[in-house]
């Protein structure tokens, strides 16, 4: 590892942000996974999920016919999805706060840098640290609306959240990163970095 990579305050190797988000689009994933057959998509009574029988001859619809209204707030809070999608929502915000402890970022310093060879370039870590910020956001409004009893809310937030870092993963496209530069260069967050001679 060369001095330019390893603690270097001005500038991330962007292959770090894409390794935490290969590891965070599978969490996503699962977590969409279990909110399609779990309580914020079921239909009252009987049904597993998404795909439960619904009778032909009950044609109108009824907020009162998703199982989520009926459940406790213990039972949503309980509720599989809820659990995993908790424990993203505390690793974006890990990453917001402290981008250098975060997890996956360390796993890949110490795993996986070593073994490759240093990036061509480096890149400003502000956009990346605003991205984790912005997946924060997006869970914790699935998080919340579940807990309210909205049908869907969570599953829909998890697959937002999964896009995304599922566009970063495969594709290094990050959305949030992207939104940073349109805010950077509306003036409404951070200044833009002057260049290191």
Do not use: K
């Not at 990036?119 to 956009?127: F, G, H, Q, S, V």
């Not at 959305?175 to 950077?184: A, V």
């Amino acid at each position: 590892m060369s001095d330019r990579t390893a603690g270097d305050p001005r500038g991330l190797d962007p292959r770090g942000p894409r390794f935490a988000a290969g590891i965070t689009s599978l969490l996503l994933l699962v977590d969409v996974l279990l909110g399609l057959t779990g309580l914020s998509t079921r239909r009252g009574g009987a049904g597993f999920g998404w795909y439960a029988y619904a009778p032909l001859s009950n044609t109108t619809f009824t907020p009162e016919g998703w199982a989520i209204h009926s459940a406790t707030l213990a039972q949503r809070a309980l509720d599989p999805a809820f659990l995993l999608l908790v424990v993203l929502a505390l690793l974006f915000l890990w990453g917001v706060l402290s981008p250098r402890t975060a997890p996956w970022g360390a796993v890949y310093r110490r795993l996986v840098q070593p073994r490759l060879s240093p990036p061509a370039d480096l890149e400003d870590p502000r956009p990346p640290r605003f991205a984790q910020g912005v997946g924060l956001v997006v869970v914790m409004i699935g998080l919340v609306l579940h807990l309210g009893g909205v049908p869907w809310a969570l599953p829909i937030a998890a697959a937002a959240a999964f896009v995304a870092a599922f566009l970063n993963a495969v594709f290094g496209l990050c959305l949030g990163c992207r939104l940073y530069l349109l805010l950077q260069r509306a003036g409404i967050v951070g200044r833009a970095r002057p260049s290191a001679a």
